[in-house]
Structures are given as C-alpha cells and as structure tokens.
C-alpha cells in the first residue's frame, strides 16, 4: 500500500497532476461513446471505491472528513454525474443524426410536458428536498467556525471557501487585482458568451456533441479544468504554508519547499545578459512586453491560419477577434501556472511601482 501511496504523491505533484488533467479531458472527449455507454453507477464505484480505500489513511482521511470539505466530495460526485448525462445522450443524439433521424427530444410523439403545473410542481419538490438536506447537513456537520480573527494567531493553511479555492490558486501566479477582478471576470465572460460567439446553429434545444464540437469542449475545459480541478487541488494538495503535499502525505508545517522565483525581467537582464536591472521600469520590462506581444500576435496568427481558420472565414472581424483574445487569455493561465512550476517563473511583466504585475 506505501508503494501505491507514494505513486500518486509522485502523481499528484502540480506539473503533472494539471497535464494529466488536462490529458484525461480530451481522452474522455474523444472516448466518449465508449464511456458514455458505462453505467451511471459504474462511474460512482470507482470514484466510491478510491475515496473509500483512501480513507484508510490517516492523512487523507483528517482532508476528506472536514465539514468546509464535504461540499468538494458532492462537487466531484456531481460533475461527474451531469459529463456522463450529457455525453451519452449527445452520443445517442449524434447517432441519430448519423442515420437520418431526428434527435430524440424532436422526435414525433416525444413526451412532452407543460411549464405549469408540470415544470413548476418538479421545481418546488426539488426546492423542499434540498432545504430538507441542508438542514440536516447544517445539524449534523458542524460548521467550521473559529474564533474571532486574532493576528497573533493565524490559521496555517489560511484557505477561502471552497468554491473560492480555484480564486486563491490564480493569486499565486498573477497579481491580486488580476487574478482577484479582471481574469476570473473575463473567463466567466467568455464561459458564457463562447456558445454565442460560436457561429454555428445548430444543437439548441437538443444534445449533441458532434455540431458543437468548439463551444463544447472549451466550455468544459474553462469549467472542469481551470476551475473544478483547482478547486480539488486548492483542497486536497495544498497545506501548511500553501505548499504542495501529495494527498496521503503528513501537513507538516516545517516541510521547506526550495523556491526561487524569479522574474522574467531578471532572467533576461541578470541571468541572460550579466547587467544589472535598468532603473527605468519600461526598458527593464521590455522583455516582457515583447513576450506578451509575441504571444498575443503570433498566437492569433498561427490560430488563425489553423484552429480557427473556418471561424475567421465565417466570422465578422470583431466578433472573431473577440473570441481568439478570450481564448488566448484562457489559455495564460495554464501555461503561467506550468512556467511557474518548472522554471519557478513568477511575473512575466512585474511593475511592483504601479502594481501590474502579470
């Protein structure tokens, strides 16, 4: 059991729990039929069956047994319920389609039900159901009240609640009023205007996967990726010091992680070039610049001329220019947060005078 616990700590170390994430997406993605046939309850057995077996340790079981944790052991529970409902009926839907037939919510004699009393009568059991548990939750879990804050005494790890976890993650690697305002604002904004940016109309009003293939799997990479699984890390990777510890590894407050970090500024002026940093802030962050320049023009270029060549051809110029901004700003965070982990990398532009730091 030492030796599986120490693969997954091995495994769990940030690189490469964020790349296997990210691998396992688009695995699911492209392995959809397959997956989507696997039972609902399947799915719950081997979620079920690893958290059950983990609780065995002593380590893990103090994370996942914490009142403020609960809600994270429903989110996973949840997530993974609502993917497989809405692949295997997109799954279903586009094999419909594939043979000339409609998909299943706009097949003739599909049941069909009225706003009222129908709607409305399911809505207000499912109101009372969820009221009925969040009190018994709110008796039987003791809500994880401390006392009054005392600056003599701060609680170590300091964590926000955790659907605020995947927001502290981001203040590691941006500035507080980017990863605090204007990121999280212009990712929710893209999350939700990414199925209209998308020009293509179908799929409203069914499931599919198939003629929604862009809208659909940025989507869900922008919710499942950078947000739910920072969430998971921000809870079960991170402890004292916002160090990161693999999750059947002991929350030692005295683990000393060897970080240098490092500017970009400095890599190129000190590192790169052997001179001290300019005293002039614009020339001492023009490596900087530039890179955010490269990134933002030659990225659009080499989109534009590949990924994204059919949207700019039937896009207006605004609207495409609107979404490859959104996508590439998304895709800042990712990379940011590798670029800090392997090269310890902390600002890319750190102007500290005017607090712009990116």
């Not at 205007?193 to 409203?204: H, R, T």
């Not at 991170?238 to 400095?266: M, Q």
Request: glycine letters at 4%; a neutral charge.
């Amino acid at each position: 059991m030492q030796f599986l616990k120490d693969i997954i700590n091995n495994l769990s170390r940030p690189e490469i729990f964020i790349t296997l994430s990210t691998v396992a997406f688009f695995v699911m993605l492209l392995s959809r039929a397959a997956w989507s046939r696997m039972s609902f309850w399947v799915g719950n057995l081997l979620i079920t069956s690893f958290f059950g077996l983990s609780a065995l340790d002593p380590n893990f079981r103090i994370i996942i047994t914490k009142p403020d944790n609960v809600p994270i052991m429903i989110m996973v529970y949840t997530v993974w319920w609502c993917m497989w409902l809405a692949m295997s009926q997109a799954v279903a839907n586009d094999r419909r389609m594939e043979m000339g037939l409609p998909p299943d919510e706009q097949e003739d004699g599909a049941k069909k039900v009225w706003c009222w009393p129908d709607l409305v009568y399911i809505e207000l059991l499912a109101m009372l159901l969820v009221g009925a548990l969040l009190v018994i939750w709110s008796v039987y879990l003791k809500a994880p009240l401390e006392e009054p804050a005392n600056p003599q005494d701060s609680p170590n790890p300091a964590k926000a609640p955790w659907y605020f976890l995947g927001l502290q993650e981001m203040l590691v690697y941006y500035d507080p009023w980017l990863a605090g305002v204007v990121f999280p604002g212009l990712i929710v904004v893209g999350l939700m205007a990414l199925p209209y940016i998308d020009p293509n109309p179908l799929g409203n009003g069914y499931f599919t996967f198939k003629q929604r293939k862009f809208a659909i799997t940025w989507f869900n990479f922008g919710f499942i990726v950078l947000w739910v699984v920072l969430i998971f890390l921000g809870t079960f990777l991170r402890g004292p010091n916002w160090n990161f510890y693999g999750p059947f590894e002991l929350w030692d407050a005295h683990k000393l992680e060897v970080l240098v970090n490092i500017n970009l500024s400095e890599m190129f002026w000190i590192t790169l070039l052997n001179q001290p940093l300019p005293n002039s802030w614009i020339l001492r962050e023009a490596p900087g610049f530039m890179v955010l320049i490269v990134y933002f023009t030659v990225g659009a270029y080499i989109l534009t001329r590949t990924y994204f060549k059919k949207f700019h051809v039937q896009m207006t110029t605004v609207r495409y220019q609107i979404l490859v901004a959104l996508w590439l700003i998304m895709m800042a965070l990712p990379i940011k947060m590798v670029l800090r982990w392997l090269l310890n990398l902390k600002y890319i532009v750190a102007i500290p005078e005017y607090f712009f730091n990116i």
